[in-house]
């Protein structure tokens, strides 16, 4: 800083040289080249920021693309899915490759973007499941995004996917930036991001990473008290996974942390009318789409009562734990990670981060309360559990290099298992 009482005496060479430390050679030209690099230091660093997470973006995405397709190309029968004339063509490829990926529930995605919901169940081998039990805003998007651009649906979920991972991509980045961590966690929480052990499912077309972008988004909002642009965040959430509606609770605590509890009973305070307004349009998706089911199936509840065509019932999850430890296999797998998940769990909590703790919590226990499948893909899938080993990477380089690496061959292994239908996976 320049001493103000300083400056009627100071020459401009010393100014100058207080300034920026230029040669005293040309002290006056020095000094009008100075301002222009000066004039927009943040919009080069976040120029900067955007190169560099789109090189990691795309360097990432492309090498898991890659790495499942050469496993193809190396042990074809392994892939049931795959054309077995690699590399004829770039288009072979990219059919190839968007083949292969399109597991699961993306055929389920599918068929509700391109005939709608179905009025009666008859799918898989009892006849007895119906795409009631996914939520419409991905798949209806995918449907659009194709009638106006010309792509096909299974091409529009794909950069749907993409593109909304390299949004959640830079909101996480900017994300971390509002916990004060150092410049080597944030460098390590972004490369996390990328190769996560569950990547695949924010490169295949499903519904992870447009959720992912939407629950960082309405994370953000909510610290900085912007309650109505965070509602209509969890809005989108809603409409995607079922579970965003519990992101009433979050948005709660962070209002009772902001202005205490008395706040919430300060009816006439403007603030207080914008979190309830907030909080009462979170869970409005849900609404609109359980009437819909109502008029169309007779029953409200049929997104939860149908997943008993995949043998999910609801019970206590803990039960749901012990006994996929007794059945061995694929659920103990499942099981052994629901066990581990608390660890995150309570690591936020300890840090005080109480809402994201609680998402947490309760985007475990809500999926087990119907069966351990596919709690990794649940749990990869929440922002809270990111941030969870973000935070543990602060100040212990050891555990972040350990993180990284396991978590990148993880991605690898995970994703190459994705494409041959690994049920494990799931």
């Not at 994300?175 to 990547?199: D, H, K, N, Q, W």
């Amino acid at each position: 800083m320049i001493n103000q009482n300083s400056m009627d005496t100071a020459t401009v060479p010393e100014i100058a040289d207080k300034a920026g430390g230029l040669s005293s050679a040309a002290p006056e030209a020095g000094f009008r080249q100075e301002l222009p690099r000066r004039k927009f230091p943040r919009l080069m660093k976040s120029l900067k920021t955007l190169w560099q997470a789109l090189l990691l973006f795309l360097g990432t995405r492309l090498a898991l693309y890659l790495l499942v397709y050469l496993s193809a190309v190396i042990y074809p029968g392994d892939f049931t899915q795959f054309s077995g004339e690699p590399f004829e063509s770039p288009e072979a490829v990219a059919s190839d490759v968007m083949t292969m990926f399109c597991q699961f529930d993306c055929k389920w995605f599918m068929s509700i973007a391109v005939s709608g919901y179905e009025t009666y169940p008859n799918h898989l081998t009892t006849g007895h499941a119906a795409n009631w039990a996914f939520l419409p805003f991905y798949p209806l998007l995918g449907r659009y995004l194709a009638e106006y651009s010309g792509l096909s649906i299974l091409q529009s979920f794909y950069l749907i996917s993409n593109i909304c991972c390299f949004l959640g991509l830079l909101l996480w980045i900017r994300f971390l930036r509002m916990f004060r961590l150092s410049y080597e966690t944030r460098l390590a929480g972004a490369f996390f991001y990328c190769v996560l052990p569950y990547s695949v499912y924010f490169i295949a077309p499903y519904t992870e990473s447009l959720f992912m972008m939407f629950t960082i988004a309405a994370f953000m909002l909510a610290m900085k008290e912007r309650y109505l642009p965070a509602a209509l965040c969890a809005m989108v959430m809603v409409a995607t996974k079922n579970i965003g509606v519990m992101f009433v609770f979050p948005l709660a605590i962070i209002f009772w942390q902001h202005n205490g509890f008395r706040a919430f009973f300060k009816l006439t305070d403007l603030k207080t009318a914008y979190f309830w307004l907030a909080f009462m349009l979170v869970p409005l998706p849900m609404f609109v789409f359980q009437n819909w089911l109502w008029l169309s199936t007779g029953d409200a509840l049929a997104f939860k009562n149908i997943q008993l065509a995949w043998g999910r019932m609801m019970g206590n999850p803990f039960m749901h734990m012990l006994e996929g430890f007794a059945s061995g296999g694929y659920k103990a797998y499942f099981a052994a990670f629901f066990a581990g998940c608390f660890i995150p769990i309570a690591y936020l909590l300890f840090r005080k981060r109480y809402a994201e703790g609680v998402f947490l919590l309760l985007g475990a226990l809500i999926p087990v309360s119907t069966g351990v499948n596919a709690i990794p893909r649940y749990m990869f899938g929440m922002m809270p559990m990111l941030l969870a080993f973000t935070l543990m990477m602060e100040g212990r380089p050891w555990f972040r290099n350990l993180l990284l690496t396991l978590s990148g061959m993880l991605a690898v292994f995970i994703s190459v298992a994705w494409a041959r239908g690994a049920f494990f996976t799931v």
